[in-house]
């Protein structure tokens, strides 16, 4: 049974930074596409971040550029979203996913697999 463990969100002020983690029980992450996606209250699930661990490109949301950044550790078979710069637009409910289709995007249709959900709240 595949499993996405996300840990690490919790409440920072305005600035703050945050290092979300996403485990995978029974899956590898290995040559697949791992995304980080939101959703707050009354809003649409949006896209921040994605690898493809194969080949090692990354792509983030525009909203999160510069601020943000997607790594993996292979031996540990986790991802990580490293979160400086945090702004209270950025509290969400927090959730990594992952598919081993051909193409790594920031879709969320295309992905197979997802995490419970970690929440992010940014204080001003």
């Known amino acids: 049974q595949v499993q996405l463990v996300e840990s690490g969100g919790g409440s920072v002020q305005a600035g703050g930074s945050l290092r979300l983690s996403c485990a995978a029980f029974?899956?590898?992450?290995?040559?697949?596409?791992v995304g980080w996606f939101r959703q707050a209250p009354g809003k649409e699930r949006e896209g921040v971040a994605r690898i493809d661990t194969g080949f090692g490109s990354i792509y983030y949301a525009d909203s999160v550029r510069g601020r943000f950044t997607i790594s993996q550790d292979d031996a540990k078979n986790t991802v990580y979203l490293q979160m400086n710069g945090l702004k209270p637009e950025d509290t969400a409910m927090y959730y990594c996913?992952?598919?081993?289709?051909?193409?790594?995007?920031?879709?969320?249709?295309?992905?197979?697999?997802w995490g419970q959900g970690t929440q992010v709240t940014v204080s001003s």
């Open positions: 996913a992952a598919h081993g289709g051909n193409r790594c995007r920031l879709r969320a249709d295309e992905y197979n697999y």
């Open positions: 029974g899956y590898t992450y290995s040559n697949n596409c």
